[in-house]
């Protein structure tokens, strides 16, 4: 012996959780993915400044369990958590799982007979289901043929239609989210969100980056991620007073990555993201409560200080929708509050 320490292979999986005040649901969360029924692969919890239980409860995991990771780190905001945590990833795959959402017990084998293999996907996509405020979930599953595509059948069958297919449905063939999707780390290690600013589709940037730039992707039809979309930390339940500009940002970023690159259907789906994220903050400035002649001048005074006419790119919308973009543009707000509501549910089912 030459007296060396052997190191460790690397793990097939990396399983990044970036936590911030989830004391009530971590433990489940945490439980779900030690639980795997397949064993290959890091936990890394990442505290992110979180100010209740959640630091003590992930360095108890630790101390129990030498495939979790802690890193406490300040307050920054989910983008900046995941890419913490995709920064100390050793896995050859990476998947993310909020800390007030759980995954099923066979995901990481499931993902595990398709990515271990001689010509492996970058990307593999599955169901997860949505559970309500009541309880009650709502499953979301991939409604094409389950399988492996190629490039050239995701720029057919897939780009067309990954934000939005319909009248009354926000999520189109492919979700916003990155919990229901397994991405192997270089192709991450390129396309992480590098935009700190953003707190509401961060997560959607990413994604469609990634999914943008795979050169094939897995779709499987079984549901093994469960979104707590109403958890006492949801964003849903907060006021965001940059809600307004952070869609803007958005929107922009994804012109940036992936807008205009080699195929103009990316700029309407794009468009269709800003133009939902825009009404979302009208509504949320209905539904926590302020006055509508106070919404009106905060909304006018956003409007007057981004200084684009219109205040949405129009490529791609619906007839209602530029119709919406004209209202706010010409400073109409009064009405398009009235709207909010509306666009609202038949958009985003809300």
Known sequence: MDGKEEV????????????????HELTKCIGSILGQSYTDFELILIDDGSTDETPGICDRFAQQDKRVKVIHKR????AAARNEGLFHAAGKYVGFVDGDDW???????????????????????FGYSMIQENGQSVSYLWPGRSGLYSKEQLEKEVYPNMYRTGITMRMGLVSGSLGDKIIARKL???????????????????????????????????????????????????????LFENSRIAGQYLRTHIGGLDSSVMDGQINKIEFDGIVSAL?????????????????KEKIKKANRFPICPMKGLKWYERSYVLLLSFRLVYLSLLLAKTLTVMVNGW
């Open 188 to 242: 991450l290690m390129e396309h992480c969100c590098k935009e700190p600013s953003l707190f509401i589709f961060e997560d959607l940037v990413c994604a469609y980056e990634c999914v943008y730039h795979a050169k094939q992707v897995y779709f499987s039809s079984q549901n093994m991620y469960f979104y707590n979309r109403f958890s006492a930390s949801s964003m849903h339940r907060r006021y965001h007073a940059d």
């Open 283 to 299: 509504y949320q400035e209905i539904q926590f409560g302020s006055s509508f002649r106070q919404s009106s001048l905060l909304i």
């Open 103 to 125: 995954i099923a017990k066979q995901l990481l084998k499931e993902a595990a007979q398709v990515l271990d293999s001689d010509d492996p996907p970058d990307i593999f996509i």
């Open 75 to 78: 307050n920054e905001g989910a």
């Open 8 to 23: 460790p292979a690397p793990p097939f999986f990396s399983v990044i959780v970036p936590t911030y005040n989830n004391g």
